[in-house]
């Protein structure tokens, strides 16, 4: 459980207690760690309840695809100040979007303050969390339950021929674990590319399928604890584009690849990110996680 706001430094050490890195005897040395960075950045106040008390109290049951119960969970107050200074002013977080999480599919906006264990806004942050343990039930629990997600998308984006739409936005991890933390959907359930996160924070590109003389997989950026990085993405429903650059770096925008996929049926796609930690069957989060998004713009 966790109590009520703390100083950083005492985030920091339960930090290092969580992920077993180092003996307390050596917490002075996390001050200029990746660790120690991220908790500065936030605090937190109140409870997370067990996943299975948050079970019980959403009224929901396994298999259920589309529980409206919620689940509430601690705030996190973002230290705005110090992030501002990482990644410049983040304008307001577009209204028209849609949320997944472990219990429920589709949640409208008016509905996200019903879901606050696993995403919530702090001013124009965009705050997902995942805890260790959990499952995404809607398929089932247990053997039949996945690691599941907390992901927010775009409703569906049209792309009239030559027409090109844009995600942009910068991540900045505070607690990494093994997930996609970004989609392109080609309607039609098609889904040419994932951005990922490592278990330690590493951030790559990888293409669904595997394309003959193009790299699958391409790393992006490494050790991005307490780091963040601008993403940048443009499509048309049959070509996409992936850029990154450093949050306040003023210059162009670096390519990181681009692609083809199988066209977007009716020229419809979307957008999807947050914390997706795959559909395996009988799997569970790995551990407790913690990803802050800011800037996103949609054109």
Known sequence: MLGKKRRAGFQCLELSRQMNTIPTI????LLGTGWCAAA???????????????????????????????????RVHVNQELLEKQVGKPGPNPKDLGLHTEFSGGINRKEFAQWTRWYQEDGNVQIFRLFKGEQNIRGGEAQDGSPGRVEI??????????????????????QPVRACIFQLFHEGSLWPFHIEMSGKGDLYFLRRHPVPGMEREIVMAKDMVGRSLGVKVRANGAEYEVYQKAPLDAGPWKLVTKGTFTKAKD???????????????????????LLFVTGVTIR
């Open 26 to 29: 050596f917490f002075s040395a």
């Open 40 to 74: 500065e950045l936030y605090t937190r106040e109140g409870e997370d309840p067990s996943f299975a008390d948050v079970q019980k109290s959403s009224g929901g049951k396994p298999g259920e695809k589309f529980n409206r119960g919620g689940a509430l969970g601690s």
């Open 153 to 174: 998308f775009t409703h569906n984006l049209t792309v009239a021929p030559g027409t090109w739409r844009e995600w942009e936005g910068t991540y900045t991890v505070i």
């Open 267 to 289: 020229n419809k796609i979307s957008f999807r990110w947050g914390m997706y930690c795959g559909s395996k069957k009988g799997h569970t989060v790995p551990n407790d996680a």
